[in-house]
């Protein structure tokens, strides 16, 4: 019975170190020295080998090393091989940070105030309580939660929009189709953290932009496929959209000359909201696999049927 890593081997080797120490009886491989392909049981990967299932016909766990689980193709994953995101704190902790940035450089006119520097140019602007803006989070799972724990420890009018019912203390909660026209019209600022799947492939689009009070900015931290660029970019010329911050694009690396790299109202970065932790992220999958041996539901197992 092996653990096979295939992700980036830096990281690799804190994981093999993370395994021999706490985990020792399990062999801990790193691609691509996979040993007996019939002794794979668990495979941790951002990017599996194309022929997974011929591959590795024993494999019982697909463990992402991501988040995410949109870069897998379910459909060549055999459907006893279970499919699990990762749920970590580090992945948490970064994009608490990143988003709380980013909602507060809007909320205080830091790009205001980054062109009045530029053009010597002293101006204060009336500073509004965090309470006078209204944040509205699409995902309330690990991470949408995570960060509206944030907002609202700062004081933010908060709601939440999921494909289920939620409750969460002082954010005002949505759910479904019929939920979001009414989430979109009270959110000034908008954050993207939904799964890329069927469902909301394409959500950031004209439609859903004119539902947002007029000047509204748009974070997404979700996928670049949840966004139609065309769309925002048509969004910020009639000022629908006032400003976008966007970490996630599709394709990744943004091709050269693409508009969003110089546009004055976008800020634009190279899909680092958050990372995954080599430490804690091992320690996380240990804890699952031990769970998984005890019969217990892993923490982050993908519900194929709903591609997340
Ligand atoms: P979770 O699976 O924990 O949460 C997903 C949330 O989205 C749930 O609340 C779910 O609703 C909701 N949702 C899914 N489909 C729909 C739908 N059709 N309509 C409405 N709501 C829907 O995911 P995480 O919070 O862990 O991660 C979210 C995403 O963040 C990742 O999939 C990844 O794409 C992105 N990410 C980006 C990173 C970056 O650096 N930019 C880093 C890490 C993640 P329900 O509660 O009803 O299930
Ligand atoms: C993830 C990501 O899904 O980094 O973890 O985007």
């Not at 999921?162 to 600022?189: K, M």
């Not at 005890?294 to 591609?307: A, F, I, K, T």
Request: net charge neutral; proline share 8%.
């Amino acid at each position: 019975m092996t653990f096979l890593y295939k992700a980036d081997p830096v990281r690799g080797a804190v994981w093999a170190e993370r395994f021999a120490r706490k985990m020792p009886a399990l062999p801990f491989r790193t691609w691509p020295d996979v040993g007996d392909p019939h002794a794979v049981r668990y495979l941790a990967a951002w990017e599996p080998p194309a022929d997974l299932a011929n591959r590795f016909p024993n494999l019982e766990v697909l463990f992402s090393t991501g988040a995410g689980t949109d870069q897998f193709d379910l459909s060549a994953i055999p459907a006893t091989v279970a499919v699990v995101r990762m749920v970590e704190p580090g992945i948490v902790g970064g994009m608490v940070e990143y988003v709380t940035l980013a909602v507060l450089s809007i909320h205080r006119d830091w790009r205001t105030y980054l062109d009045q520097q530029r053009a010597g140019h002293w101006q204060p602007h009336r500073v509004y309580p965090a309470a006078a803006r209204r944040v509205g989070v699409l995902g309330l799972g690990v991470l949408g939660r995570a960060v509206l724990a944030s907002l609202r420890g700062l004081g933010f009018d908060c709601a939440g929009w999921s494909r289920s019912p939620q409750q969460i203390d002082g954010v005002d909660c949505h759910a479904g189709p019929e939920g979001l026209p009414h989430f979109l019209a009270r959110t000034d600022i908008l954050v993207c953290l939904l799964p890329l799947t069927d469902d909301t492939r394409g959500i950031l689009c004209r439609r859903l932009f004119d539902r947002l009070p007029q000047g509204a900015t748009v974070i997404n931290v979700g996928r670049g496929g949840h966004l139609v660029q065309r769309d925002l970019l048509q969004a910020l010329d009639t000022g629908q959209v006032g400003q976008a911050i966007l970490d996630v694009c599709e394709p990744e690396p943004l091709p050269r000359g693409d508009p969003l790299w110089t546009h004055p109202r976008v800020v634009l970065t190279p899909h680092v909201a958050s990372m995954t932790q080599p430490e804690t992220a091992a320690d996380a999958v240990i804890d699952n696999l031990r769970r998984h041996w005890e019969g217990l539901p892993m923490s982050g197992l993908v519900d194929r049927s709903l591609g997340y």
